[in-house]
């Protein structure tokens, strides 16, 4: 299984940028999603995660401004990027986890990670 990011390039400071993810065939065990970005010089760096609940967690640095979500059954996540700043230049990481559940509880499985797409934005 393979993730597929897409829809990077390049936006103006201020502007809307969406990337999406696909995994490359039909997962039913992936329990959670997440976004990472690594810009030039920095370490990578959490974005947003989203759980099979629907539960999201984002950076305090872009609260507010992106909104991820998936599908069910969690096999593509959006991140809808508002209000860009140049700060949001990076290379973004889409992220999967997956498990399964037996007696003792939740198991995790796979970490699935696709190949990243670059956003920069323009000042």
């Known amino acids: 299984v393979q993730l597929q990011a897409s829809g990077g390039g390049l936006v103006q400071r201020g502007g809307t940028l969406k990337i999406s993810c696909a995994t490359s065939?039909?997962?039913?065990?992936?329990?959670?999603m997440g976004w990472y970005r690594q810009a030039p010089g920095k370490q990578l760096e959490t974005v947003a995660n989203?759980?099979?609940?629907?539960?999201?967690s984002y950076a305090n640095s872009v609260k507010g401004r992106f909104t991820i979500t998936v599908d069910d059954p969690m096999n593509w996540m959006d991140l809808q990027m508002t209000d860009m700043k140049a700060e949001d230049t990076a290379v973004y990481y889409c992220?999967?986890?997956?498990?399964?559940?037996?007696?003792?509880?939740?198991?995790?499985?796979?970490?699935?990670w696709g190949q990243g797409t670059k956003v920069t934005v323009s000042s």
């Open positions: 065939e039909l997962v039913w065990n992936i329990n959670d």
């Open positions: 992220y999967a986890g997956a498990g399964d559940y037996d007696p003792s509880g939740y198991v995790h499985l796979h970490d699935y």
């Open positions: 989203i759980s099979r609940s629907g539960s999201a």
